[in-house]
C-alpha cells in the first residue's frame, strides 16, 4: 500500500490492486474549521483524479463533523456527484457503531444510497469492496 498523503488530520493510502483509496481521520481532526474540513475531504477527490481509484474506504470513527448539516449537505450534493462521475463505485465508511444507523439514515434521504454504505469494523467494508 502506498501512502499518498498525510497531515496531522488525515492519512490517505491506494492501494493500486484493488483500485482502493483507504482514508482515515486522526483524533486531532476535531480541532479543524469548517472550510479545513472540506479541504481535508477534497483530498480525495484530488487523487480520484489522478489515480485509477473505483472504490474508497473512509475510517471515519475519528470524525467528528457528522452532525454539522452544512458540511453533510456539501458532501452529499457535491463531493459524492463528482466521486462518481469519476468512477468511483464503492464508498465505505467506516463509523463507531452506535453511530452507524444514525448515518443511514441520514444518508437515505439522498440519491447517493447505491455507491456509500456504512460498516462497523475496516474487515466488513474491506469485504463489501
Same mark, same amino acid.
Given at each position: 500500500?502506498?501512502k499518498?498523503?498525510?497531515?496531522?488530520?488525515?492519512?490517505?493510502?491506494?492501494?493500486?490492486?484493488?483500485?482502493?483509496?483507504?482514508?482515515?481521520?486522526?483524533?486531532?481532526?476535531?480541532?479543524?474549521?469548517? !472550510?479545513? %474540513? $472540506? *479541504?481535508?475531504?477534497?483530498?480525495?477527490? &484530488? +487523487? @480520484?483524479?489522478?489515480?485509477?481509484?473505483?472504490?474508497?474506504?473512509?475510517?471515519?470513527?475519528?470524525?467528528?463533523?457528522? !452532525?454539522? %448539516? $452544512? *458540511?453533510?449537505?456539501?458532501?452529499?450534493? &457535491? +463531493? @459524492?456527484?463528482?466521486?462518481?462521475?469519476?468512477?468511483?463505485?464503492?464508498?465505505?465508511?467506516?463509523?463507531?457503531s452506535?453511530?452507524?444507523?444514525?448515518?443511514?439514515?441520514?444518508?437515505?434521504?439522498?440519491?447517493?444510497?447505491?455507491?456509500?454504505?456504512?460498516?462497523?469494523?475496516?474487515?466488513?467494508?474491506?469485504?463489501?469492496?
Amino acid at each position: 500500500m502506498m501512502k499518498l498523503y498525510s497531515s496531522p488530520f488525515s492519512e490517505l493510502f491506494y492501494k493500486q490492486e484493488r483500485q482502493l483509496l483507504l482514508a482515515s481521520w486522526n483524533e486531532c481532526s476535531k480541532d479543524l474549521a469548517e !472550510d479545513e %474540513v $472540506k *479541504i481535508e475531504i477534497s483530498k480525495i477527490l &484530488d +487523487y @480520484v483524479k489522478e489515480y485509477p481509484i473505483r472504490n474508497i474506504i473512509v475510517d471515519a470513527r475519528n470524525y467528528v463533523f457528522s !452532525d454539522n %448539516v $452544512k *458540511i453533510q449537505n456539501w458532501i452529499n450534493r &457535491d +463531493y @459524492v456527484p463528482q466521486l462518481i462521475e469519476s468512477g468511483v463505485s464503492k464508498y465505505a465508511i467506516v463509523v463507531k457503531s452506535q453511530n452507524m444507523q444514525q448515518q443511514k439514515d441520514e444518508i437515505e434521504s439522498g440519491d447517493i444510497l447505491p455507491v456509500v454504505e456504512y460498516f462497523s469494523s475496516l474487515e466488513e467494508a474491506l469485504a463489501w469492496i
